[in-house]
């Protein structure tokens, strides 16, 4: 299988996509927002850097994103393609993504964009928080991430669409999470056939 890149706004779903596509196709996922988490859980150092940027709703620098990224990746099982979850966020990340795997002597694969409106993503967030009690689940830090992701994250689709690898997976309406995964999967055996 190619790696796959989920792209797509905070609370687009790029989590309950990739454990789908993970159950189905059985790929390694990497998801940067669950590895800062775990960290932040064990109270190591890098946690404590993490959580002060996760908290005000901003990335982490791009350096140290890139370099936590390298690490797990040459941590996965070999040869089944990984999931990107989250990561690539900004241009200098996705420029670090082509370069280590090229290193390896691997590809970006294809990157699967999800369109979601912002009342459904607001909605969702906010459900989330009441579920999982996430600390950065709250309206304001939302606000400050929907922020950074327009100025961030969002130019960066332009780039994957000249890297030819961008797909896009759009819904306004409200389609159940059942016809948006058939939907995902689609798109993934279009590529890989
Ligand atoms: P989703 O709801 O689709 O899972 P999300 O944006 O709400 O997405 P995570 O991907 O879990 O949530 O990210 C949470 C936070 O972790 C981000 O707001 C950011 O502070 C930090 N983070 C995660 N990935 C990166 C990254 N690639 N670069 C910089 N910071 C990151
Ligand atoms: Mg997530």
Redesign the pocket.
């Known amino acids: 299988m190619k790696n796959i890149i ?1 792209f ?9 996509y990739s454990e789908a596509i993970m159950e189905k196709y059985g790929m390694g996922h990497i ?7 775990a960290e932040i859980k064990q109270g190591t150092q890098l946690g404590k850097i ?1 959580q002060g ?2 908290d ?7 350096e140290l ?1 890139v370099n936590i ?1 390298a690490k797990v990746y040459d941590e996965m099982p070999a040869g089944k393609g990984v999931i990107f ?6 241009i200098p ?1 996705a420029e670090a993504l082509k370069k280590m795997l090229a290193e390896r002597g691997h590809e970006m694969g294809m990157m699967i964009e ?1 369109v979601v409106t912002e009342d459904i993503l607001l909605m ?2 906010l459900r ?1 928080a009441i579920e999982q009690g ?1 600390a ?2 709250n309206e304001e ?2 606000r400050k ?1 929907f922020n ?2 327009h100025t961030q994250t969002a130019p960066l689709a332009e780039w994957f669409e000249k890297e030819g690898i961008r797909h896009i997976v759009s819904w306004e309406e409200h389609p159940s999470k059942e016809e948006m995964i058939a939907r995902v999967f689609q798109v993934i055996e279009e590529e890989n056939a």
């Open positions: 989920i797509g706004a905070p609370g687009s779903g790029k989590g309950t998801s940067t927002g669950d590895v800062l988490r993490a940027y996760i005000q709703g901003q990335l982490i620098p791009d994103m990224l979850d989250g990561f690539p966020r900004t990340q999800l969702r967030l989330r996430r950065d689940d830090t939302i991430r950074v992701y």
